[in-house]
């Protein structure tokens, strides 16, 4: 095959892929930024351009991403990072970047970029209530670094000193702030959760409204770094004012909170009047001794409160729950054992064929000899009567996979994804509605 037929393959590959692609070369010049990664980055072809003619890097060179690939030439993977791109949206992409050889010297890094957007907007619901007070004694950690974490945030409590939490969405930050609530040696009366990345004026009036109650109050500002400048400092003179409350005062960023100050996203004073200590609470995917418990813990739940003989995972899906990273960390995991348990009847253990497609679908690239017979092409094939299932539920399932695939492949553009579907817009934003509501608790809609 000749040498122009192969670039052309290449090159049809690197545009066609679900992954966005950025490319530099040794002295940090962009070489290749492929379509899904100027999409996400929110810019036009001709932008494109001009940034290629004046040497831009891409989106994670200027975050030290590449450019520490270069110069320690080691791969950097599972990086997480949330940017509001070109075009004013928020994009949260997930990278792996290595460096690039020719002949044993190094000639470049490249960046490989997963969109985990709508994934990660889910994984803001907090997990479950389970209609009982949040307390240390029902998390069921086990990690050495979630006691660690637990410790420090008892520590916390007792002294009522404020605390800024930092960690990914779902990993159980909000348990861990009710938890210190309810630590408390003097109880207070309220706890108060303000989440940030919802209408920005909202939480600012849910402040002024119980900042200046008699009753003490436990505040619990969520993502505080999606507040703009102006009202991060309004909060601030607020806090400031009021201090003869005693009120408790926690919040929470998604990163390093002196990154987040240096990009001009959190407010020193702010951060000033939370940071007593910071606590690090880290992703799932680090602390994998904590799947199983969780797991355990759910069934148990769902047992007592639905009357299910579920006991637990076979241990092929052990293996696969283990291998997984967990991108959407404990909200992720909760949502997909809410699938799985909807489906349960008489089983007493979770088979690989009790998996949702949608979940299949993302595990088909682990490297496991236990997942080694789902592919693509077989997701919602019947091989055996194990795999039936109501046709219904089936037709459901199918259709909600197909939907999500497609709403993925155009960025989560409703209108391009009906278009392409052959169905009015009303009519797939109602889909997704029915989808959206089916994962929803009805006390949560109730909320």
């Known amino acids: 095959m000749h040498n122009e037929t192969l670039l052309d393959i290449y090159r049809f590959i690197v545009e066609k892929g679900d992954n966005g692609i950025c490319v530099v070369d040794s002295t940090g010049k962009l070489i290749i930024q492929n379509k899904k990664m100027r999409e996400l980055q929110g810019i ?7 940034r290629r003619a004046l040497e831009i890097v891409g989106f994670n060179m200027e975050k030290g991403g590449l450019l520490r690939v270069l110069q320690d030439q080691q791969p950097i993977l599972n990086v997480k990072t949330t940017f509001w791109n ?18 044993d010297e190094l000639v470049g890094a490249v960046e490989f970029a997963r969109d985990i957007t709508q994934q990660e907007n889910m994984m803001y619901q907090p997990l479950r209530r389970y209609n009982e007070p949040l307390t240390f004694e029902i998390i069921t950690a ?5 006691k660690k974490v637990i410790e420090k945030a008892k520590i916390v409590a007792y002294s009522r000193m404020p605390v800024v939490l930092v960690g990914e969405s779902g990993t159980g930050i909000d348990m861990i702030a009710e938890g210190i609530h309810h630590e408390l040696r003097e109880k207070n009366d309220m706890f108060v959760t303000l989440i940030c990345t919802r209408d920005e004026k909202s939480v600012q009036s849910q402040l002024e409204k119980y900042i200046v109650e008699k009753q003490k109050v436990t505040f619990f500002a969520e993502r505080i770094e999606y507040l703009s400048m102006g009202v991060q400092e309004k909060i601030v003179e607020l806090l400031e004012k009021h201090t003869e409350h005693n009120h408790v005062l926690i919040a929470s960023v998604g990163e390093d909170p002196f990154d987040l100050i240096q990009k001009g996203q959190l407010s020193k004073e702010l951060y000033r009047l939370f940071s007593d200590i910071s ?17 355990e813990d759910y069934f148990n739940r769902h047992r007592e409160s639905y009357g299910s003989v579920i006991k637990g995972l076979t241990e092929d899906v052990k293996e696969i729950f283990l291998n997984y990273n967990w991108p959407g960390n404990l909200k992720e995991l909760e949502v997909l054992l809410d699938d799985i348990s909807s489906l349960i009847t008489n089983e007493t253990l979770v088979e690989v064929h009790m998996l949702p497609a949608h979940f299949k679908w993302k595990i088909q690239n682990i490297e496991s000899p236990k997942n080694r017979d789902i592919t693509k092409s077989d997701i919602f094939v019947v091989m055996n ?14 259709e909600d996979y197909y939907i999500s695939r497609a709403l993925d492949l155009f960025d989560g553009n409703v209108s391009k994804t009906a278009s392409a579907l052959g169905i009015r817009r009303q009519s ?20």
């Open 279 to 295: 606590i690090y609470v880290p992703a799932l995917r680090n602390r994998k001794e904590d799947i199983m418990p969780f797991v």
């Open 86 to 103: 070109q075009k004013g949206q928020e994009v949260t992409l997930i990278s792996n970047m290595y460096p690039l050889y020719s002949q």
């Open 142 to 146: 086990v990690s050495a670094v979630m």
């Open 385 to 398: 009567k194990n795999d039936l299932r109501p046709l219904d539920i089936y037709m459901n399932e199918v």
């Open 44 to 50: 036009s072809d001709e932008e494109f351009e001009k």
């Open 428 to 447: 797939l934003q109602y889909r997704i509605k029915k989808y959206t509501e089916s994962k929803t608790s009805p006390d949560e809609r109730l909320e």
